[in-house]
């Protein structure tokens, strides 16, 4: 690894034309980080909201609430190989994470030569947001490699060559063949519709790539060619069932997108200026602090006029969706991961536009090790806790524990029958939670993967309110096994419910632990005799 980053950072090595030797570096790079996700992935057990896009697995579509189904699919493939396991869940979006890499890493190196893409492979290894999101099962994956191989096929349309000859003069026009730009238009077209298909907010990407063409006076010739337009084209096909299914859905998922990001906006003010600082704040932790100066150097580098213009393309699809998500967060907060997609034109940049000092080079360097140790420690701490963080603030703690407490629930769920004369059956005996996170975590780790139901009585609607209802699925007399958090005082929801059923019994507290630390305190609830009506999520409170 040293001597690979030292040769990295060698100008010497940007300067001797194509050079099989760094690039055979870049690929084994991209492969030795695909196998320690891989090894990481199997151990760590899943987080909520990977166990949520798991549930979706189960109830394939071409869409859902909260995302597109690009997720959806990929756990189901691995399912289908690997069974309802942690690495089951996660060896296809983690073999797409290792595409996704290997697609920026073509990219610098149609931009830069080989070398370039000995230097973005080291950068999109050791950065924390690829880094870390690689090995979880989320839409960000397949979103970056979308987004990955997008660029790399405009960049070919345009008339760059897969290894680009690092000796030529960038001021030279590259004019490709028309048919094979054709071809390279057709694939960034299906390359896009899979990065929507997977997160909604892929189509700033071609925004920012218009946006170039507007800007730039060459670019602007290339909006007269079918290339561009064939595209669109593609992309909206590939997009079709998607699009139908929000049609039949009453367009709820883009409702919820646009409402999520784009709401009434919250905490005046201030609390606008404290969003912005957290979202700046998130975008250098997760570039990590050294990198990041380095990244927005490139970028303002690719901003500057160009004869070619192809690093202002990279440049403007990393502008624009940092742009956007600047403006949501006058309104809403942005969560750290959200931009990841302005990222990968931003690594193409930076790896192929090497500091020209010294000094400059050593602080790369510098930054390159910052950033492969905090990557490093990420993966240690989520197999073994080095933090100094207490359990409950710890989001690394929220995958563990969950074991223990689908064993109690299941026991109590096998108990309901044997409680006293008349109870319910064994197959009136349903399982549930308040928030969608608890209820998938339960469907994945119970022993028979049954359906839990996501009440959603106090918290936000989600995909949980799209299938079928406890309310509608519980006969007259069934009893439910209902997991909430644990409150000092009797918890809302048992409120609300107790309109429907005859009795609700608190029981058994659980708590979900790594190691000897406390993570939450959850609280089992036996709710017998099933009756008629249900609350409402609007509904006042039974008074005490």
């Not at 170039?212 to 909006?223: E, P, S, T, Y």
């Not at 690719?302 to 192809?310: A, T």
């Not at 990393?318 to 990222?343: D, G, H, I, K, M």
Request: hydrophobic share 50%.
């Amino acid at each position: 690894m040293p001597s690979i980053i030292h040769k990295s950072l060698d100008p010497a090595e940007f300067r001797t034309g194509p050079n099989p030797v760094a690039w055979k570096q870049a690929t084994r790079i991209v492969w030795t980080a695909l196998a320690l996700r891989l090894a990481v992935g199997a151990i760590v057990p899943l987080f909520p909201d990977e166990a949520y896009y798991w549930d979706w697995s189960r109830h394939l579509a071409a869409g859902y609430f909260d995302h597109p189904p690009a997720i959806a699919w990929l756990i189901r493939a691995g399912t289908l190989l690997l069974g309802d396991t942690s690495i089951g869940v996660r060896l296809l979006p983690i073999l797409v994470s290792g595409a996704a890499a290997l697609g920026i890493v073509r990219a610098a190196r149609a931009v830069g030569g080989d070398a370039s893409a000995r230097l973005a492979a080291v950068l999109v290894t050791v950065i924390p947001l690829i880094a870390a999101g690689s090995v979880l099962a989320t839409p960000d994956i397949p979103m970056l490699c979308g987004a990955a191989w997008t660029l790399y096929a405009v960049l070919r349309a345009l008339g760059l060559p897969d290894n680009a000859d690092t000796d030529a003069s960038p001021d030279v026009e590259v004019e490709p063949d028309p048919r094979s730009a054709a071809n390279w238009w057709l694939a960034a077209g299906v390359a896009i519709g899979l990065a929507m298909a997977s997160k909604y907010t892929s189509v700033l990407l071609p925004v920012g790539v218009a946006a170039a063409f507007i800007a730039h006076g060459k670019l602007q010739n290339r909006l007269a060619q079918r290339g561009p337009y064939l595209a669109v084209v593609v992309a909206t096909i590939v997009l079709l069932p998607v699009l139908g299914w929000n049609a039949v859905n009453d367009w709820i998922s883009f409702r919820f997108q646009f409402g999520h990001g784009l709401g009434a906006p919250k905490g005046g003010a201030l609390g606008a200026v404290n969003r912005e600082l957290e979202l700046l704040g998130g975008q250098v932790g997760l570039v990590s602090p050294i990198l990041f100066f380095f990244v927005a150097r490139a970028v303002r580098n690719g901003l500057r006029y160009s004869e070619e213009g192809f690093r202002l393309v990279l440049a403007m699809t990393c502008v624009v969706p940092l742009a956007f998500f600047a403006y949501s967060a006058t309104r809403r907060s942005v969560e750290a991961n959200w931009p990841a997609l302005a990222w990968a034109g931003a690594i193409v940049l930076a790896a192929s536009d090497l500091p020209p000092s010294r000094r400059m080079r050593a602080w790369l360097g510098g930054g390159i090790w910052l950033a492969f140790a905090l990557s490093l420690g990420v993966y240690v701490h989520v197999i073994v806790p080095i933090l100094p963080l207490p359990a409950p603030r710890d989001q690394v703690a929220k995958a563990f524990g969950w074991d223990l407490v689908a064993t109690v629930v299941d026991r109590k769920r096998q108990a309901i029958p044997q409680l006293r004369r008349g109870a319910a059956p064994a197959d009136h005996v349903f399982v549930a939670a308040e928030r969608y996170q608890d209820a998938a975590e339960l469907a994945f780790h119970l022993p028979d993967h049954p359906q839990v139901y996501s009440l959603n009585l106090t918290g936000r609607a989600n995909q949980y309110d799209l299938w079928s209802q406890l309310r509608d699925d519980a006969p007259l007399g069934s009893a439910v096994v209902l997991l909430l958090d644990d409150e000092d005082d009797e918890p809302r929801v048992i409120r609300k419910l107790g309109c429907c059923f005859t009795r609700i019994d608190e029981s058994e507290g659980v708590s979900l632990m790594r190691g000897d630390e406390v993570v939450k305190r959850k609280r089992i609830w036996i709710l017998t005799g099933r009756s008629d009506g249900w609350p409402l999520r609007d509904q006042p409170l039974l008074p005490k």
